[in-house]
């Protein structure tokens, strides 16, 4: 049965004096996740790559891929989960006091722990106590959890709106905690399952990264077996598992500015400590000039430029893309986690780019492991902008979405690193005594073509008019008569 809404006592309103927004928190949470998420991949770009006829690069990767990229890009999905999870948890939760404070910190504590339980279950793949570790965290962070949410609901004036006039804050509270609980239920499992079976309990953890939509298409085969589940009570906007749940878009900034921010970083670190010659190797092989002994490293200082000049434009894409999205959904939340994750494998593309000799086949294979790694990092984003128009009425601005007048200029602006990349790839395959020159080429040319690409998307755009539709005046002109720049039919047929 509803239950009515707890009126606001006197020693409610006391209490509302202890409290405070939880901007800061959020803020102080989203920058602790996101060091944790990007800084796996300091293993993997430090692991030495020996050059010789018998041992490629490619091999040396496959090692790679088994154990400290794999860790790398699990432990970063794993700790977005969590990420994810502390967001739905605050959109409920509008404001903090000393206590939930204590709790978020108990939370994160756990949460930045991670990264070393998965390294144990990586390096000690037959060894159950990596698991046990990673499944203790994962369960204990479930109850802080629960337990905040107890809190919470128990202090209504720390709610949502929405949930502070509702009639049914006990359905609230028992489904967000009945959520809560999933992960950490099948943690326990998991644990169970490595005294018998180890190889299942690593399932079941893959499993957590995608329970959502696993849920979700269970519900669906559920619906169409024995038809429509009734509704809820109110309209449940959290902890609902549908991909068009709506995510907080300026903690999805925040956490993506730190990855780049922090990739960034990464970079330069590399450059100090690497780069910085011995005062007697100056003074004995170069006479004292230190002019000459930096000229040696000259290769790194390149590498880093253009690697720093690929973040910097892959995060002003981000930004762009961000600037012109109205709401952030669970599945575009997704595929920007997945878009990140590559994002910090830049460190390691910067790392192969330098550290082999010129025409060699191992320089060859580390220029396209970069190409891939720059391009999918930029595919996750054109995905992203895909499937807001899919549903753009609620999640874009009007003059970005189809047809719209800045349509164009903004798919050529997130098609561009992939395609470049793509490009890249391939002249390196065909040219491959060329791949170092033609990957710093596309370095230097990408900012430069950033700079003129409203001017090329117009050329672009006139020279498709004057092939395909040569007798159709120009749609931008016959806008401006009607006054209507919001609707441009040529460019959605071009699109």
Request: proline share 5%; charged share 15%.
């Amino acid at each position: 049965l509803p239950q009515p809404v707890e009126s606001v006592g006197p020693s409610d309103r006391e209490a509302h004096s202890g409290t405070q927004s939880s901007h800061r928190l959020l803020a102080y949470s989203d920058a602790l996740i996101s060091i944790i998420a990007t800084v796996m991949i300091l293993p993997v770009a430090h692991t030495k790559v020996e050059d010789n006829e018998v041992q490629f690069l490619r091999q040396s990767v496959q090692l790679l891929l088994t154990t400290k990229i794999a860790v790398y890009l699990m432990t970063f999905l794993i700790v977005s989960v969590a990420w994810a999870a502390h967001i739905r948890l605050f959109q409920v939760i509008v404001r903090i006091d000393d206590c939930l404070a204590l709790l978020n910190l108990a939370c994160m504590m756990l949460i930045t722990f991670l990264p070393y339980t998965f390294s144990l279950m990586a390096t000690f793949t037959e060894n159950v106590l990596g698991i046990l570790l990673f499944c203790g965290c994962v369960m204990v962070i479930g109850v802080i959890q629960s337990l905040i949410v107890l809190y919470a609901f128990s202090r209504p004036f720390l709610l949502n709106e929405q949930i502070q006039i509702s009639e049914n804050q006990n359905y609230y509270k028992h489904h967000i905690l009945q959520v809560i609980m999933r992960v950490p239920i099948m943690c326990f499992f998991a644990s169970i399952f490595s005294f018998i079976f180890f190889q299942l309990s690593y399932v079941l953890l893959a499993i957590i990264i995608f329970l959502p939509y696993i849920s979700q298409c269970l519900k669906w085969c559920r619906s169409k077996a024995i038809g429509q589940v009734e509704d809820t009570p109110d309209s449940m906007l959290f902890y609902t598992y549908l991909p068009n749940e709506p995510l907080s878009k300026d903690r999805v900034e925040a956490f993506s500015d730190g990855v780049y921010a922090i990739v960034a970083t990464l970079l330069i670190l590399d450059i100090c400590e690497d780069n910085v010659p011995d005062p007697t190797v100056v003074q004995k092989q170069f006479g004292g000039s230190l002019i000459a002994a930096l000229q040696v490293y000259g290769p790194e200082y390149l590498a880093y430029f253009g690697s720093f000049a690929t973040v910097g434009l892959l995060w002003f894409v981000h930004h762009s893309l961000f600037l012109h999205v109205t709401k952030t959904t669970r599945f575009m939340g997704l595929l920007n986690t997945f878009s990140l994750a590559f994002v910090g494998g830049l460190p390691l593309a910067y790392q192969l780019t330098h550290e082999f000799p010129r025409n060699s086949r191992n320089e060859l294979e580390a220029i396209q492991i970069s190409c891939v790694i720059v391009f999918f990092a930029g595919i996750f984003q054109l995905a992203i902008w895909v499937v807001a128009l899919y549903n753009q009425q609620e999640t874009l601005h009007p003059y970005v979405r189809y047809g719209g007048r800045e349509h164009e200029f903004m798919l050529a602006k997130l098609a561009l690193y992939p395609c470049v990349a793509l490009g890249t790839f391939f002249l390196t395959c065909i040219l491959s005594k060329f791949s170092a020159p033609i990957f710093h080429l596309m370095e230097i040319t990408v900012p430069f073509a950033f700079l003129v690409l409203r001017i090329l998307v117009r050329i672009g755009l006139a020279l498709l008019r004057l092939i395909f539709c040569p007798d159709r005046p120009d749609p931008r002109t016959v806008v401006e008569e009607e006054g209507d720049e919001t609707r441009v039919p040529f460019n959605a047929l071009v699109t």
